[in-house]
């Protein structure tokens, strides 16, 4: 990952990136490294959520450089996020109304970053899935 993320967006991004797992290391699952977000105390999410930021921002500057992953793995939000979700939808709707100030209110802004193609969970919440 440390090579195409170094292809795709630079040495700066791949500092921030090792950064971001080693604070990561001590949540994360012994057997499937899933990293296990309600163990994380809310100064590190905090900290992580900086580096989200910071992230963000390395990858914008160097967006023109794309790397095809597709095929190789993708980022799916992990089963606490799924069930903080579904928790954050049912408190959103109100007599079969969804209200979206709510929802991002209440959940995308603690729980999500926004990108160029809308919200995307933190990294505390994703794990990488092989495709294949």
């Known amino acids: 990952m440390s090579k195409i993320d170094k292809q795709r967006y630079g040495a700066e991004y791949v ?5 971001r797992n080693e604070m990561l290391k001590p949540y994360r699952d012994s057997k499937t490294n899933e990293i296990i977000s309600d163990k ?7 900290t992580l959520d ?11 500057k ?7 992953t597709s095929k190789l793995f993708k980022m799916v939000p992990n089963e ?20 979206e100030a709510y929802f991002e209110a209440t959940f995308l802004s603690y729980t999500s970053h926004r990108t160029a193609t809308g919200w995307q969970p933190n990294s505390y919440f994703l794990k990488i899935v092989p495709v294949d």
Do not use: C, W
Not at 50 to 60: G, I, K, N, P, V
């Open 40 to 46: 994380i105390p809310p100064a590190v999410k905090r």
């Open 15 to 19: 500092r921030l990136s090792e950064i």
């Open 80 to 99: 606490a996020y799924r069930r903080m979700r579904a928790q954050a939808v049912e408190r959103a709707t109100i007599n079969g109304e969804f209200d």
């Open 50 to 60: 900086r580096l989200e930021r910071l992230m963000s921002a390395e990858r914008r």
């Open 62 to 68: 160097h967006k023109e450089k794309k790397v095809d």
